[in-house]
């Protein structure tokens, strides 16, 4: 059950970034994540009232909501989709596989938290490792490659954003509460914009963007929530978390399958040492003969 979770959620995120790409070749990217979440909305309303999940925010906290809804919905799969018109699915999956050690970062900045020496060093050769990719990525490409990255490295800075929200203030509440009704929100926040700023033509939408949208909406986008948040309460969150070392490479070899489109040699030999220094950071330290004590104690109490 364990392994056939991780599976899937690696080959949903995976894929997720191929779909993107496909569904903003004719729907405008505004459109494109609007429609992404109005196939997503419902299914998730009816999900949380089959399992009986409220479908509001606590009462006290419902002032959040549209704040979830344009700060982790609206505004980062909006730059996703729009980012990818300027850089590959591969460069975007690797740079979104920095959630964890953004949120590390933030950790830092906002709860200040320490870093040992042992983070210090793995984190300098991930930053090193990604500047090198974009570097050599931006001279083969052009500065519009620059938008893109700019645009994803928004995208990571949001979610790491709202991830530490919901840990410090979301804790209790399910994450079906937590996407449903702000995803909705979003949808129809995102479906104004593109009326008041894209010129969407229907005629134009071919069908693979179309399939892609669904896919995104339903698989990605419901499928994804679901099996990564049970793979999360079967395993420690440091294995449920190496689904961003690996889902990078399925995306960087989908792309290279379906379009031909690949990173540079030279890239992909930098991708060897940011994943280390990726496995590194996630990697849990280990517990002192102390701390290894208590644990022993609190679990036999």
Request: hydrophobic content about 55%.
């Amino acid at each position: 059950m364990r392994i056939m979770l991780f599976i899937s959620v690696c080959l949903i995120w995976g894929t997720t970034w191929l779909a993107m790409a496909i569904a903003g070749e004719s729907i405008p990217s505004l459109a494109a994540t609007a429609l992404r979440f109005m196939v997503m909305s419902p299914i998730l309303m009816v999900l949380a009232r089959k399992s009986r999940v409220p479908l509001l925010f606590p009462r006290d906290k419902w002032h959040y909501m549209p704040v979830i809804a344009i700060f982790y919905f609206a505004i980062p799969f909006w730059f996703m989709i729009e980012g990818e018109k300027y850089i590959s699915s591969g460069l975007a999956s690797i740079i979104f596989s920095y959630m964890p050690i953004t949120i590390m970062l933030l950790s830092y900045l906002m709860a200040r938290q320490r870093f040992t020496l042992r983070q210090v060093v793995p984190l300098l050769v991930t930053l090193a490792s990604l500047a090198g990719i974009i570097a050599i990525e931006s001279g083969i490409s052009g500065s519009h490659y620059l938008v893109g990255i700019a645009l994803l490295s928004g995208a990571v800075l949001l979610h790491g954003c709202v991830y530490l929200l919901k840990q410090y203030r979301f804790e209790q509440i399910n994450v079906l509460t937590f996407s449903a009704i702000p995803s909705g929100m979003a949808s129809i926040l995102l479906l104004l914009a593109s009326l008041a700023m894209e010129q969407a033509v229907v005629a134009d939408i071919t069908l693979p963007s179309l399939l892609a949208v669904l896919y995104l909406g339903s698989v990605a986008g419901v499928g994804g929530i679901v099996a990564y948040f049970k793979l999360n309460a079967l395993v420690t969150p440091f294995k449920a978390s190496l689904c961003f070392l690996v889902f990078p490479v399925i995306a960087v070899a989908l792309e290279a399958m379906v379009t031909g489109r690949m990173l540079s040699p030279l890239s992909l030999l930098f991708t060897l040492p940011l994943a280390c220094g990726i496995y590194l950071l996630i990697k849990p330290e280990p517990m002192s003969c102390d701390a290894s004590e208590v644990e022993v104690q609190r679990r036999a109490g």
